[in-house]
């Protein structure tokens, strides 16, 4: 079955410090992957994409998410984390058969602390 | 603000009730997706809509149904409820295609309408 996978359930992090929120996914084929966030009592706000080209995108914020194929895995990043960054963070996986549905993760709980 | 405008904001309803959540999509989108958020089971997708037709059905349950009207708002009816009915339920709309469901494009969520059923 495909599946997308976010390990932590909560990553904590000091203001300031880089930022690692990890996504790793079983899908056939060339997915599109996604990353959205999701701030206290809000909707889901779209971040970044990536749909083919440089393994490097750039989103929202100041995020962006490193692509490794090999690894299956589709990580956030952030080079110096704000306190306002924190928020529950998805991945999302749309494989490109199978009408382009979107595979959700179970969500990233992330806390920056001053 | 993502465009998606959804009503009510907060529903508490008892039991065995029935009621109707609303959907307004973002202007020019014909794409309407419906998703509920408990703590336990996180976000999952319940239908798709696309230009008043039926694209696709998630975990829905038969006791909930939705459409999609002319003017391309949206309705998700919720019947005989039950305690574990309690949620967020989230409306996200995308330009579509007919062709796929979520393609290439991003979803826009709505602010979600809280239920609690007791």
């Known amino acids: 079955a495909q599946s997308v996978a976010q390990p932590e359930d909560q990553v904590n992090v000091a203001e300031g410090n880089p930022l690692t929120v990890k996504c790793t996914y079983s899908?056939?084929?060339?997915?599109?992957l996604f990353w959205y966030v999701q701030y206290p009592n809000r909707g889901l706000q779209f971040l970044l994409k990536?749909?083919?080209?440089d393994n490097l995108v750039k989103g929202s914020y100041g995020f962006e998410a490193e692509f490794n194929k090999s690894q299956t895995s589709f990580h956030l990043k952030k080079p110096s984390a704000l306190v306002s960054d924190s928020a529950l963070y998805f991945c999302?996986?749309?494989?490109?058969?199978?009408?382009?549905?979107?595979?959700w993760g179970a969500g990233t709980k992330l806390i920056i602390k001053p | 603000d993502s465009g998606v405008t959804q009503t009510p904001k907060h529903l508490i309803t008892a039991t065995g009730q029935r009621v109707t959540l609303r959907c307004s999509p973002r202007?020019?989108?014909?794409?309407v997706y419906w998703y509920q958020q408990s703590l336990d089971q996180g976000l999952q997708f319940l239908i798709q809509?696309?230009?008043?037709?039926?694209?696709a059905k998630g975990n829905i349950l038969e006791r909930f149904s939705a459409q999609q009207f002319p003017d391309l708002h949206s309705e998700l009816n919720l019947s005989s409820l039950e305690l574990g009915d309690s949620a967020l339920y989230f409306c996200?709309?995308?330009?579509?295609?007919?062709?796929?469901?979520?393609?290439?494009?991003?979803?826009?969520f709505g602010e979600g309408s809280r239920l609690t059923v007791l």
């Open positions: 996200a709309s995308s330009v579509g295609t007919g062709g796929r469901v979520a393609g290439t494009g991003e979803l826009f």
């Open positions: 202007s020019g989108d014909l794409s």
């Open positions: 809509y696309y230009n008043g037709e039926e694209r």
């Open positions: 899908v056939s084929g060339n997915p599109y």
């Open positions: 990536y749909i083919t080209g």
């Open positions: 999302a996986v749309s494989p490109r058969d199978s009408n382009y549905q979107l595979i």
